[in-house]
């Protein structure tokens, strides 16, 4: 068992906005990692060729998953984004959430 314990994981900063901390020891089956974004910020529609979990711990954010309306998304909240579902978000209070995915999300960044 690998242990990460929050306090020891530096923020890399994205982007101006955006801050992502990750344990060092994904393993080649899953990743994880921590995403912060700012009020304001936006993740435009995109698409990935994985699926991904996604678990809110702070704030709020305006999900679009494909065609679906938007959704107010708070703490507390699942949201699950299929492989090649059409998705973005706009951050309504500075949003704290942790994606889980494949190893294969290792080399995403978020777009804006």
Same mark, same amino acid.
């Given at each position: 068992?690998?242990?990460?314990? #929050?306090?020891?994981?530096?923020?890399?900063?994205? #982007?101006?906005?955006? @801050?992502?901390?990750?344990?060092?020891? !994904?393993?080649?089956?899953?990743?994880?990692?921590?995403? @912060?974004?700012?009020?304001?910020?936006?993740?435009?529609?995109?698409?990935?060729? =994985?699926?991904?979990? !996604?678990?809110?711990?702070?704030?709020?954010?305006?999900? #679009?998953?494909? !065609?679906?309306?938007?959704?107010?998304?708070?703490?507390?909240?699942?949201?699950?984004?299929? %492989?090649?579902? %059409?998705?973005?978000?706009?951050?309504?209070?500075?949003?704290?959430?942790?994606? =889980?995915?494949?190893?294969?999300?290792?080399? =995403?960044?978020?777009?804006?």
């Amino acid at each position: 068992m690998l242990i990460s314990h #929050r306090k020891d994981l530096k923020p890399i900063d994205v #982007r101006p906005g955006v @801050t992502k901390r990750a344990p060092g020891h !994904n393993s080649s089956e899953m990743q994880v990692s921590e995403w @912060t974004l700012d009020a304001g910020s936006e993740s435009e529609a995109h698409v990935h060729d =994985f699926p991904v979990v !996604n678990y809110v711990v702070k704030g709020k954010a305006r999900i #679009r998953l494909g !065609n679906d309306s938007e959704e107010v998304v708070a703490p507390g909240d699942y949201y699950y984004v299929p %492989t090649g579902v %059409t998705h973005g978000l706009v951050v309504v209070e500075e949003f704290t959430v942790i994606v =889980f995915g494949p190893a294969s999300m290792s080399s =995403f960044q978020l777009r804006h």
